[in-house]
Every structure is written in structure tokens, then in C-alpha cells.
């Protein structure tokens, strides 16, 4: 059962044939089409934006979202680089931290629509994801924390602010609103463009066990925010809550949703950090070495 949110082109869309490997005793071992229902490419459609004057146009979206992280561990975040995103983002290991490491990945919004009513909301999410079942998901919240590694999501390197955890229940889950009064001006203030990954507990079993979802989507006014399932952590039985909705406005609906754009990134968590050949000395600071050691030795 899965604790969050996800969005349904989500849950329908899957990648190709991918190779897993299990994580365990040290030894790798090599386990073909185990691909999983959360194992999701990204965004796709027709063509780049939209046709601008069709109301009725089903591809159009909001905003394109684009969610990388330096997965070939070369010190740069690059948006030109197909290593730092795409392909590699979506088939395990994706991006690979050591214990105690932390690492930045960068959330881009390309804006396409300015005449809406309503809100702008961008979400992100976190979960694990059991790669020996089809649909990827846990039997249950237990399982999934004996199972699968855990990361941190931090606002900021110095880790004041959290934004997510995937072993805490009440936040795997967060949103970034934006009215349309303000939109896209206020994109910089309303939505962080820069995360903190850190990484808190190895993957047991498999690599790309963890999953960070990011999605953007169009709440029109008189929308209600969508209700969903989380678990319940004042319930040891584990039975589950129904988390509470609040209106956008009191307006009645009258322009078209747009499609939800999504990207995800997989992680996997070792417990050494990688070396790495820092190509410009790790300088703009996507690495952040665990607490004691340092990169230089």
C-alpha cells in the first residue's frame, strides 16, 4: 500500500526493461525486469509547450518541471548533461550517496501559461520503492522501513530547514503554492530551486530503492485540494488517516485544468561515499562530504 499521494499518470506509466542490482552482502548481483509501476520516465507529450490558442488542447501543461541531480559525480549540475538527468535519473542505481553524505539537486520550472484562475502547486514527495513487487510498492509502512534505505531533505546545506524525511510519516509530503495574481513572477520566492539530499540509512536490498517525485499542477478556485491516505503514526496498528481538504476558493470552476508535468529522481543509499573526480575541485559545492571525512584524502 502505498503511503503517498502519487499522482495517477504516475502510477500508469512505466519504464522499459531496467536492470536492478541487489544490494546486500557486497556483492552484486544482477536481476533483470524488475522494473516497477514507480519506476515512471517523466513527462512527456506531443510536442515542447502547447498550442496556444486551443482550449481544448489535452497536452498542455502549467509549467514543464525538470528534477536533476550530479549523478555522474563530476561536482556540476548540469542541465545540457544527459548523465545528470534523464535515463539515469529513472533506472536504479540512479543517484548514489554514501552514509552521512549530503548532495544538491536542482528543481527547474519552465513557465507556459499566465492566463488561468487559480493556483500553482508544485509538490514533492518522498518513498521507497520494493523492486519485488510490480506495482513497487510496500505491504505496509513497517516493511517499507526495514526495507529500503532513508534520506533527508533539506532546504538549505546547513539543515535548519527540513522539508522531507522518508522514515517520517508526516513528511513525506510538502507543497509549494503560487496564485495566479503573481505567477510566474514570484516562481523564485514561492517554489526553492535548490534542495539538500542527505543520506541516512543504506539501502538493504536493492539500489534504487528511494524515490523523490516532484510534480506541477493546476488547482483551479472552487478546486478542492485532493485528499489523500498517509499513514497513521498514533496508530501502531498501522491502519491508516484520511488527511483533511481545504477549498482553493468559493468561485465556481470555469477554465480548464491542465495536465500534471512530472520528474523523479531514484537514489540509493551505500555505506561508503564514492570517490569522485571533482572536474572543477567540487567548487559550486553539490558535495558535502559526511561529518569527519573530507574529499581531499
Not at 110 to 128: I, Q
Amino acid at each position: 500500500m502505498n503511503p503517498q499521494p502519487t499522482h495517477p499518470q504516475a502510477r500508469r506509466l512505466a519504464l522499459a526493461a531496467c536492470a536492478v542490482f541487489v544490494l546486500g552482502t557486497g556483492q552484486a548481483q544482477e536481476q533483470l525486469n524488475n522494473e516497477t509501476q514507480m519506476d515512471i520516465p517523466a513527462s512527456f507529450h506531443k510536442y515542447f509547450g502547447q498550442r496556444v490558442n486551443s482550449w481544448k488542447d489535452t497536452e498542455r501543461q502549467i509549467a514543464k518541471l525538470d528534477l536533476d541531480g550530479d549523478l555522474n559525480q563530476d561536482g556540476i549540475l548540469s542541465n545540457t548533461d544527459p548523465a545528470d538527468g534523464g535515463a539515469f535519473e529513472s533506472t536504479p542505481p540512479g543517484l548514489v550517496l554514501g552514509l552521512g553524505e549530503m548532495t544538491r539537486v536542482v528543481l527547474r520550472l519552465l513557465p507556459y501559461r499566465v492566463d488561468f484562475d487559480g493556483e500553482v502547486v508544485v509538490t514533492l514527495e518522498v518513498a521507497g520503492v520494493n523492486r519485488g513487487h510490480k506495482t513497487g510498492e510496500y505491504g505496509s509502512f513497517d516493511e517499507e522501513m526495514a526495507s529500503s534505505g532513508h534520506i533527508r531533505v533539506w532546504r538549505d546545506k546547513d539543515k535548519k530547514v527540513l522539508v522531507l524525511d522518508s522514515k517520517d510519516p508526516s513528511k513525506r509530503y510538502v507543497e509549494f503554492t503560487t496564485q495566479y495574481k503573481t505567477y510566474p513572477y514570484n516562481l523564485p520566492i514561492a517554489v526553492p530551486r535548490f534542495f539538500f539530499v542527505e543520506a541516512t540509512g543504506v539501502s538493504h536490498k536493492y539500489s534504487g530503492d528511494i524515490r523523490l517525485l516532484a510534480t506541477v499542477a493546476h488547482r483551479a478556485i472552487g478546486e478542492q485540494r485532493p485528499a489523500y491516505v498517509d499513514y497513521d503514526p498514533k496508530n501502531p496498528g498501522g491502519k491508516q488517516a484520511v488527511m483533511p481538504v481545504e477549498p482553493v476558493g468559493s468561485a465556481p470552476r470555469t477554465i480548464k485544468s491542465f495536465r500534471t508535468a512530472f520528474d523523479h529522481l531514484l537514489l540509493t543509499v551505500q555505506p561508503e561515499p564514492r570517490y569522485k573526480e571533482f572536474i572543477n575541485g567540487n567548487n559550486e559545492g553539490n558535495w558535502i562530504a559526511p561529518p569527519g571525512k573530507s574529499y581531499d584524502n
